[in-house]
């Protein structure tokens, strides 16, 4: 890819399945909300939605936020400062789709990740063939908790491909699937 597209991520707490399959609200995870960050300032994401319904939950991102952008944090750690500089807080998908919207002129499409296979799975490779002849903005969404609803799934333009180790064990952190997926997606090839 020789220029980077214009995409965004989106951390999703609500209407996510838990392991028994009910839909589920999640909990925010501050130390998820850091190193997301990190990651998406380390990619080049236009933004980071930290999405969440409860107004609790949004107060407490804020606040973390707000220890970094202008409390003490700014001046002890510019960089995490830096980092959450592009941490926006919303209410629902449709809200940070709307922010998209208003930012680029255009729609974004969405692209779900998951843990788990299926025959609409999309490469990385095709993904990043994709973005580099399109002219839309792209919203990568992470779901929490055991994963997205089929609800959120079906919202999609395209859903990745999991991540896969040697071992059959794959349950990854959301954290650490979003650094593997936004390297995959738009790292320099060493």
């Known amino acids: 890819m020789s220029t980077l597209p214009d995409f965004y991520v989106a951390l999703l707490h609500d209407k996510m399945v838990d392991k028994t399959g009910s839909m589920v609200t999640t909990s925010v995870t ?9 990651s998406c300032r380390t990619y080049g994401a ?17 606040t973390i936020k707000e220890h970094w952008d202008t409390g003490f944090g700014s001046t002890y750690n510019p960089n995490r400062q830096d980092a959450l500089g592009r941490l926006s807080i919303v209410s629902d998908l449709d809200e940070a789709i709307m922010q ?23 490469s990385y490779g095709d993904m990043q063939a994709t973005m ?12 929490t908790g055991w994963g997205m609803s089929d ?7 395209y859903v990745l491909k999991p991540i896969n180790g ?8 959301v954290r650490a699937a979003c650094a593997i997926i936004l390297d995959r997606l738009f790292g320099v090839p060493a």
């Open 30 to 38: 501050l130390i998820d909300t850091h190193d997301i960050s990190r």
């Open 46 to 62: 236009q933004s980071f939605f930290v999405v969440h319904p409860a107004q609790t939950m949004r107060a407490l991102v804020r």
């Open 132 to 143: 580099g002849r399109s002219e839309h903005p792209y919203l990568v969404m992470f779901g």
């Open 100 to 122: 998209i919207e208003r930012r680029s002129g255009k729609l974004p499409k969405l692209i779900a990740t998951s843990a788990r296979d299926g025959n609409d799975r999309i």
């Open 166 to 173: 040697p071992t059959a064990y794959n349950h990854l952190s």
């Open 151 to 157: 609800e959120l799934m079906a919202r999609a333009d």
